[in-house]
């Protein structure tokens, strides 16, 4: 089945600890985007990569850092820079042709910082 | 710039009652418009989209929606409203063009939380 994994499901983190979330997509999707969620909010936008090697700052990319290596992965990973981590993050992929970049989204991982 | 306002927050509705979550946008520029779904702890689902042609849309589990330009509204609707449609439903918006290959952000509202009650 195509589609959007993300591990783990739930992380626990200590403060000043790195963490990284992976985010897998067998969709042939090029473009892929991470998201985070708070209580009472939309998504906000932390990074986005239209393509493999390539990646743009969301409007929260601030202790956030990612990669994006293969097509198929786009691991986030949350530095100890990031003054409040514990949220929900979202990945996500699109089909940039065609145009209408619809995006898909995976199961999520809830971040706590302990 | 586009924005989107979810007119309610929460929407407490009956079984079996017909709901209506509505979204208004802003943009100067023609836009594609989507709803989508999330239920507790999970990610969010595509419920349906609007690209062009027909204004009115329908999606999956039963519900529509109609885009109305002069409005600039996409409300969702579903005739009859089960308790497994609990969930918060975003609506989000994004320009049709891509100027020079760039990315046009996806604009979501903050969101309505659907309470379906036996």
């Known amino acids: 089945d195509g589609g959007i994994t993300q591990s783990p499901k739930y992380l626990f983190r200590k403060e000043g600890q790195n963490v990284t979330l992976s985010c897998e997509q067998n969709?042939?999707?090029?473009?892929m985007y991470w998201y985070r969620q708070d209580p009472g909010q939309g998504l906000r936008l932390i990074y986005y990569?239209?393509?493999?090697?390539?990646?743009q700052k969301g409007d929260i990319a601030e202790g956030y850092s990612v990669s994006r290596e293969k097509k198929e992965s786009f691991p986030l990973t949350v530095t100890s820079a990031q003054k409040n981590p514990t949220a929900f993050y979202l990945c996500a992929s699109s089909d940039r042709r065609g145009g209408t970049d619809t995006q898909y989204f995976g199961p999520g991982t809830r971040l706590t910082v302990l | 710039a586009q924005s989107v306002t979810q007119l309610d927050s929460q929407v407490p509705v009956f079984e079996e009652a017909p709901v209506e979550l509505r979204c208004n946008y802003s943009s100067s520029v023609s836009v594609y418009l989507f709803w989508y779904v999330q239920y507790p702890n999970q990610g969010l689902q595509l419920l349906l989209k609007?690209?062009?042609?027909?204004?009115l849309v329908k999606g999956i589990n039963g519900f529509e929606a109609e885009f109305n330009k002069s409005q600039t509204s996409f409300h969702l609707r579903k005739p009859s409203v089960h308790i497994s449609d609990t969930a918060e439903y975003f609506c989000a918006v994004r320009s049709t063009g891509r100027v020079g290959g760039g990315y046009n952000k996806l604009i979501f509202g903050a969101g309505t939380r659907l309470a379906v009650h036996p």
């Open positions: 969709l042939n999707h090029d473009a």
């Open positions: 609007y690209l062009s042609g027909s204004t």
């Open positions: 990569s239209q393509i493999v090697n390539d990646f």
